[in-house]
Protein backbone atom coordinates (compact mmCIF):
# COMPACT_ATOMS: atom_id res chain seq x y z
CA UNK A 1 0.00 0.00 0.00
CA UNK A 2 3.24 2.00 0.42
CA UNK A 3 3.38 2.64 -3.35
CA UNK A 4 0.74 4.73 -4.06
CA UNK A 5 -2.27 6.56 -1.20
CA UNK A 6 -5.04 5.62 -3.81
CA UNK A 7 -4.05 1.27 -3.64
CA UNK A 8 -7.16 0.30 -1.69
CA UNK A 9 -7.28 -2.96 0.88
CA UNK A 10 -10.76 -5.23 0.10
CA UNK A 11 -11.38 -8.01 1.92
CA UNK A 12 -13.15 -10.73 0.17
CA UNK A 13 -14.27 -14.45 1.76
CA UNK A 14 -10.37 -16.19 0.97
CA UNK A 15 -8.22 -13.66 0.16
CA UNK A 16 -7.01 -9.77 0.42
CA UNK A 17 -6.97 -7.35 -2.70
CA UNK A 18 -4.90 -4.62 -2.97
CA UNK A 19 -6.21 -2.42 -6.23
CA UNK A 20 -5.95 0.80 -7.56
CA UNK A 21 -7.98 1.04 -10.86
CA UNK A 22 -8.10 -2.70 -11.03
CA UNK A 23 -6.61 -5.65 -8.68
CA UNK A 24 -2.75 -5.41 -8.42
CA UNK A 25 -2.16 -8.16 -5.88
CA UNK A 26 -4.22 -10.61 -3.90
CA UNK A 27 -3.25 -11.73 -0.42
CA UNK A 28 -3.88 -15.38 0.62
CA UNK A 29 -2.89 -15.99 4.75
CA UNK A 30 -2.24 -19.59 4.99
CA UNK A 31 -0.99 -21.53 8.26
CA UNK A 32 2.61 -21.55 7.38
CA UNK A 33 2.68 -19.19 4.52
CA UNK A 34 1.13 -16.20 2.46
CA UNK A 35 0.31 -16.63 -1.24
CA UNK A 36 0.33 -13.83 -3.32
CA UNK A 37 -1.27 -13.55 -6.62
CA UNK A 38 -0.08 -10.91 -8.62
CA UNK A 39 -1.53 -9.49 -12.11
CA UNK A 40 1.05 -10.43 -14.23
CA UNK A 41 1.45 -12.43 -16.70
CA UNK A 42 3.99 -15.32 -17.01
CA UNK A 43 5.99 -14.22 -19.51
CA UNK A 44 7.26 -10.74 -18.07
CA UNK A 45 8.90 -13.12 -15.27
CA UNK A 46 12.17 -13.48 -16.02
CA UNK A 47 14.91 -15.41 -14.22
CA UNK A 48 12.01 -16.41 -11.46
CA UNK A 49 12.99 -17.00 -8.37
CA UNK A 50 12.46 -20.48 -6.40
CA UNK A 51 9.48 -18.89 -4.68
CA UNK A 52 7.42 -18.24 -8.37
CA UNK A 53 4.86 -20.46 -9.95
CA UNK A 54 3.06 -19.92 -12.71
CA UNK A 55 -0.72 -20.26 -12.13
CA UNK A 56 -2.26 -19.43 -15.58
CA UNK A 57 -3.77 -23.26 -15.93
CA UNK A 58 -4.49 -23.53 -12.41
CA UNK A 59 -7.82 -22.77 -10.61
CA UNK A 60 -6.99 -20.26 -7.54
CA UNK A 61 -8.85 -17.27 -5.63
CA UNK A 62 -7.53 -14.02 -6.61
CA UNK A 63 -6.76 -12.30 -9.75
CA UNK A 64 -3.25 -13.03 -11.51
CA UNK A 65 -1.23 -15.68 -13.47
CA UNK A 66 2.10 -15.51 -11.12
CA UNK A 67 1.98 -17.24 -7.52
CA UNK A 68 4.50 -16.21 -4.81
CA UNK A 69 4.60 -18.06 -1.77
CA UNK A 70 5.99 -15.83 1.11
CA UNK A 71 7.63 -18.06 4.13
CA UNK A 72 10.18 -15.52 5.65
CA UNK A 73 11.52 -11.83 5.66
CA UNK A 74 14.21 -12.41 2.58
CA UNK A 75 10.55 -13.79 0.39
CA UNK A 76 9.10 -10.45 0.90
CA UNK A 77 12.25 -8.45 -0.19
CA UNK A 78 12.38 -10.88 -2.87
CA UNK A 79 8.84 -10.31 -4.25
CA UNK A 80 8.61 -6.79 -3.71
CA UNK A 81 9.98 -5.61 -7.23
CA UNK A 82 7.03 -8.05 -8.66
CA UNK A 83 4.83 -6.01 -6.93
CA UNK A 84 6.20 -2.92 -8.34
CA UNK A 85 6.10 -3.96 -11.66
CA UNK A 86 2.56 -5.21 -11.17
CA UNK A 87 1.64 -2.05 -10.07
CA UNK A 88 3.03 -0.10 -13.06
CA UNK A 89 1.38 -2.57 -15.34
CA UNK A 90 -2.04 -1.56 -14.52
CA UNK A 91 -0.89 1.85 -14.54
Partial sequence: MGLDTSIEQTPKKFY????SSQN??????EKENITLYLK???????????????VTNIGHYG????????????DIE???PYIEMA???IG
Avoid at 16 to 19: D, G, S
Avoid at 63 to 74: L, P
Wanted: with cysteine; hydrophobic share 30%.
Fill in 40 to 54: LKPSDISDPPKIYRD
Fill in 87 to 89: YRK
Fill in 24 to 29: IVCMKL
Fill in 78 to 80: TVK
Fill in 63 to 74: TGNTEFKIKSEH
Fill in 16 to 19: VAYK
